[in-house]
């Protein structure tokens, strides 16, 4: 069961501005992934569902989160049906986020009113989502529709909160035009959890380049 309220995931989304994500098939490494983005201060981890015995990996993940890491909001990415988000949430994911809009999966985070954020690469996707309670939405390829896209959406919907995932960096300039266009947050992956850096096991860069992002995030509101 979820420990966290959808309303507190989507406060602290708006406060961070960010939310790191990345998958990884050993709960040990993963485990030092998370403690060092905590470290940073980072408050949120979206664990992506992209491996075989993911959700093993999860569940040893976000139990380790609530022993060891107060405050941190631990919840999975990269599903595609209703079924994997009931195995995730009885796990005791915090949030659910999708590649793309699917009713189903509203419908079961909705019953259990968990906050949930949908891909979408279009205004009527957008729309479509918010009209199922979609509080955030995930905007996705962000590489491909770029803060533009952002900005042309802001103005028939002002209300719409957007957390672009892929195309977003640690360099000042991508992060502001980002903010700039009016985004709530950022996905972050491997441009903030390089292979290079897990392949060193340099935990300790990460846990610097997540307490420099938040910063210059901070900075820009």
């Known amino acids: 069961m979820a420990q966290y309220s959808r309303i507190q995931v989507i406060k602290q989304m708006e406060e961070s501005g960010m939310v790191p994500l990345f998958y990884h098939a050993d709960s040990s490494i993963s485990k030092q992934i998370l403690k060092a983005c905590y470290d940073g201060g980072a408050r949120l981890m979206e664990f992506t569902n992209r491996g075989d015995f993911a959700l093993e990996v999860f569940t040893d993940l976000i139990k380790y989160a609530i022993a060891e890491l107060p405050g941190m909001i631990v919840g999975v990415g990269s599903i595609t049906d209703a079924k994997a988000a009931s195995q995730y949430m009885l796990a005791g994911a915090n949030f659910v986020v999708t590649p793309v809009f699917r009713e189903d999966i509203a419908r079961i985070c909705n019953r ?64 502001k035009s980002w903010f700039d266009s009016g985004v709530t947050c950022v996905g972050m992956g491997s441009k903030l959890i390089s292979k290079e850096i897990i392949a060193k096991n340099d935990f300790t860069l990460l846990k610097d380049n997540v307490q420099k992002t938040l910063e210059i995030i901070k900075s820009l509101r």
């Open 112 to 175: 259990r009113k968990l906050m949930w954020s949908a891909g979408c690469s279009s205004l009527t996707e957008i729309a479509t989502a918010e009209e199922f309670g979609c509080e955030l939405v995930k905007l996705f390829p962000g590489n491909v529709l770029g803060p533009e896209f952002v900005k042309s959406i802001k103005g028939p919907q002002p209300w719409t909160s957007v957390m672009p995932t892929g195309g977003v960096s640690l360099e000042y300039d991508n992060l």
